[in-house]
């Protein structure tokens, strides 16, 4: 059973810093492009990161770039997400997922809640 949990979210002040982690289990990490979105109430879901399977490639959301960084070690199973900068439009619950080559994503967590208050 393919299980994503992510951590690492909670309340920062505006300007701060956070830093996300999903550990997966159950599927052959390594092999897996992983991605980072977002969810604020009334908004639709947005990108926010990918990488790519061995961390040679990443994409960022234009809402996010040069603030956030994606990475990953493929040792512990485990995808990260560093925010700074954070501003109160960065709040949201980010959800980890999971793709193989061209595929959907296909696994997704269960969302980890960041609050950035002014």
């Known amino acids: 059973q393919v299980q994503l949990v992510e951590s690492g979210g909670g309340l920062v002040q505006a300007g701060g810093s956070l830093t996300l982690s999903c550990t997966a289990s159950?599927?052959?990490?390594?092999?897996?492009?992983m991605g980072w979105f977002r969810k604020a109430p009334g908004r639709e879901r947005e990108f926010v990161a990918t990488?790519?399977?061995?961390?040679?490639?990443?994409y960022y959301g234009d809402s996010v770039k040069g603030r956030f960084t994606i990475f990953r070690d493929n040792a512990k199973n485990t995808v990260y997400l560093q925010m700074r900068s954070l501003e109160p439009e960065d709040t949201a619950v980010y959800y980890c997922?999971?793709?193989?080559?061209?595929?959907?994503?296909?696994?997704w967590g269960q969302g980890t809640q960041v609050t950035v208050s002014l």
């Open positions: 997922a999971a793709r193989e080559g061209y595929n959907d994503y296909n696994y």
């Open positions: 159950g599927l052959a990490f390594s092999n897996h492009i």
């Open positions: 990488i790519t399977e061995l961390g040679g490639n990443t």
